[in-house]
């Protein structure tokens, strides 16, 4: 069974590469019935526990087992945030999931959003349900998608920035109010809500958006 492995050293939540000299102080081995796993990000949510985001793929149609936390519910699982308790002890898990025309997702960076929720940052290709949203990419690539997992683990709201060219999501923060600032590059034309920016060039442009609270851009 291939599997995960989150550690919490010095305050910090870590994948075992991170930190290889700090002292640890647990470590949590999360078993998947899956193929091609990756933690991608983890980090403290402020209150012991901790948040981590990742990529993963089920192997043919088996369902996804998470250390006993069973999901029948698709045969393909792609982003999932996983929260452990200050034990290390897995409290509850959630994911994407793929829609009707398929979708290659992918969580890059994950925060605290302070009252014990966290905002996710990522990429998705096709269509894929964030909770109850339902997002569809623009074009043949990519689009970059922000979402909110409540401390429950409920995706409450999920939305999208698209390029018809090109666009990377690379880091997202909180705003001390429950939103976040996203940051990322992109070349040719980048598409949020009614704000279209062109870059300059044939290089890529940097952009910064802000998503408040509620997911709005």
């Given at each position: 069974m291939a599997g995960l492995v989150v550690l919490l050293a010095a305050g910090y939540a870590l994948v075992p590469s991170d930190k290889p000299d700090a002292n640890v102080d647990w470590v949590a081995r999360v078993g998947l019935r899956l193929a091609n796993n990756?933690?991608?990000?983890?980090?403290?949510?402020?209150?012991?526990?901790?948040?981590s985001v990742g990529l993963a793929r089920s192997v043919d149609d088996h369902p996804v087992s998470l250390d006993?936390?069973?999901?029948?519910?698709?045969?393909?699982?792609?982003?999932?945030?996983?929260?452990?308790?200050?034990?290390?002890?897995?409290?509850?898990?959630?994911?994407?999931?793929?829609?009707?025309?398929?979708?290659?997702?992918?969580?890059?960076s994950i925060v605290a959003d302070g009252s014990g929720g966290a905002l996710v940052i990522g990429h998705f290709r096709g269509t894929a349900?964030?909770?109850?949203?339902?997002?569809?990419?623009?074009?043949?690539?990519?689009?970059?998608?922000?979402l909110h997992?409540?401390?429950?683990?409920?995706?409450?709201?999920?939305?999208?920035?698209?390029?018809h060219d090109y666009i990377y999501g690379l880091d997202i923060?909180?705003?001390?109010?429950?939103?976040a600032l996203v940051g990322g590059h992109f070349r040719g034309t980048l598409l949020f809500n009614s704000t279209l920016l062109t870059s300059i060039g044939t290089g890529r442009d940097v952009f910064v958006l802000h998503v408040t609270s509620s997911g709005v851009i």
């Amino acid at each position: 069974m291939a599997g995960l492995v989150v550690l919490l050293a010095a305050g910090y939540a870590l994948v075992p590469s991170d930190k290889p000299d700090a002292n640890v102080d647990w470590v949590a081995r999360v078993g998947l019935r899956l193929a091609n796993n990756s933690a991608v990000a983890s980090v403290p949510d402020g209150l012991g526990g901790v948040f981590s985001v990742g990529l993963a793929r089920s192997v043919d149609d088996h369902p996804v087992s998470l250390d006993g936390m069973r999901d029948t519910s698709l045969d393909r699982l792609d982003v999932f945030i996983l929260y452990f308790s200050h034990a290390g002890r897995l409290i509850w898990h959630t994911h994407s999931f793929q829609g009707a025309n398929g979708a290659n997702c992918e969580g890059r960076s994950i925060v605290a959003d302070g009252s014990g929720g966290a905002l996710v940052i990522g990429h998705f290709r096709g269509t894929a349900f964030f909770g109850s949203t339902l997002l569809t990419s623009i074009g043949t690539g990519r689009d970059v998608f922000v979402l909110h997992v409540t401390s429950s683990g409920v995706i409450d709201w999920a939305v999208q920035t698209a390029s018809h060219d090109y666009i990377y999501g690379l880091d997202i923060v909180p705003d001390g109010s429950g939103g976040a600032l996203v940051g990322g590059h992109f070349r040719g034309t980048l598409l949020f809500n009614s704000t279209l920016l062109t870059s300059i060039g044939t290089g890529r442009d940097v952009f910064v958006l802000h998503v408040t609270s509620s997911g709005v851009i």
